[in-house]
């Protein structure tokens, strides 16, 4: 069994909104609801489970219905970080699961090909992740604002979601991550304390994220052609 937790209990403060981002309509509909749709219709997946703010579990199964959506799923309240609120997802998962698929409420155009090669690649090694390669040149700095060192780009990606691991894999990382209060930025940097090599699935068509409100025309340029 493969379960998707899709994290959706952030503030989206780096928009400055008073709306929660994922509310904001793009392509005739809301963010989030492109990104559940994503999963509800990908037959890789057998279940959902969101991790909401509290109080807004009643928006998000409005969202599900309105929108048709007939996979199970389980509306989970977030906690302060985002890793917080993945271990909260991660624990609610069905207890026959196998495989997780975590994924960011913001990354509507998520495709089904990059869900399934990264559940493929996590099952043969343990863990995986959407990644692209970096097409501009990346220098490292000193402190007073001047180049440092001319990074190789070649050797670099940036690491997306889906973010997948087998069940036992992502509970051990981010159980060691909770227990020593260590903050981590993604999921795959909780690998490291088990040593455990984590896939890169080169991910070819554009899988943004809406972060700021300079992010918002990009999507809904790409799923309104879809639509």
Same mark, same amino acid.
């Given at each position: ?38 999963? #509800? ?8 489970? @969101? ?38 997802? =991660?624990?609610?998962? %069905?207890?026959?699961?196998?495989? /997780?698929? &975590? ?5 509507? *155009?998520?495709?089904?090909? =990059? =869900?399934?090669? *990264? !559940? ?23 402190? %007073?604002?001047? /180049?440092?060192?001319? =990074? #190789?780009? +070649? ?13 036992? !894999? /992502? ?10 209060? &260590?903050?981590?930025?993604? #999921?795959?940097?909780? *690998?490291?304390?088990? %040593? ?10 554009? %899988?943004?994220?809406?972060? +700021? ?9 790409? @799923?309104?052609?879809?639509?």
């Amino acid at each position: 069994m493969v379960s998707a937790v899709i994290v959706a209990a952030g503030t989206g403060s780096r928009m400055g909104l008073t709306v929660d981002k994922l509310f904001l309509e793009v392509a005739g509909r809301p963010i989030i609801a492109h990104t559940w749709e994503k999963f #509800d219709r990908s037959p890789t997946i057998d279940e959902i489970v @969101l991790v909401v703010r509290e109080g807004m579990q009643a928006e998000f199964a409005e969202i599900a219905a309105e929108n048709g959506f007939y996979k199970t799923y389980h509306l989970v309240a977030g906690g302060t970080a985002r890793q917080d609120s993945v271990w909260a997802g =991660i624990q609610a998962v %069905n207890e026959g699961t196998e495989i /997780i698929a &975590i994924h960011d409420g913001a990354r509507p *155009c998520v495709t089904e090909s =990059i =869900i399934r090669d *990264c !559940v493929s690649a996590a099952r043969e090694m343990g863990a995986a992740v959407a990644a692209s390669t970096v097409t501009d040149t990346i220098k490292e700095t000193h402190a %007073n604002g001047t /180049i440092a060192e001319h =990074i #190789d780009r +070649s050797k670099l990606r940036a690491v997306q979601t889906p973010q997948v691991f087998r069940t036992e !894999v /992502i509970r051990a990382a981010l159980g060691l991550v909770q227990e020593r209060g &260590i903050k981590v930025t993604d #999921d795959t940097a909780a *690998c490291d304390l088990i %040593n455990q090599p984590v896939k890169l699935v080169e991910s070819t068509t554009p %899988n943004v994220k809406a972060t +700021s409100p300079e992010d918002i025309p990009y999507p809904e340029l790409l @799923l309104g052609k879809k639509r």
